[in-house]
């Protein structure tokens, strides 16, 4: 099969995601409990992981889905933030 032919079909679902490709097969993805952001995560990995767009970790640069907390968001009791960062890699100034 060439790349061109490569595709996947999104459906939205109640509580998830249905992503059905060419050939027929299909994946179901769920939210995890009251955690509605999960289903949409796991929907983004799944199309970074069937187009083969993430990388290895011996790449120069890999595609990450990460969640961040809203900028004026203020956690709640029984909330902690953790804090996680990302690195870049961007060209060289020219001299």
Known sequence: MKKSD???EITGVKNGFLVKDNN???VVIEEEGDDDLSAAEKLL???INFFNLGGSRHDREQILVVRK?????SPQKGERVVKES???VVG???K
């Open 24 to 26: 027929g097969n299909t």
């Open 69 to 73: 907390m809203g900028d004026k968001y």
């Open 86 to 88: 990302y690195s870049r």
């Open 6 to 8: 490569w595709g996947i």
């Open 45 to 47: 990995w799944e199309i």
């Open 92 to 94: 060289r100034k020219k």
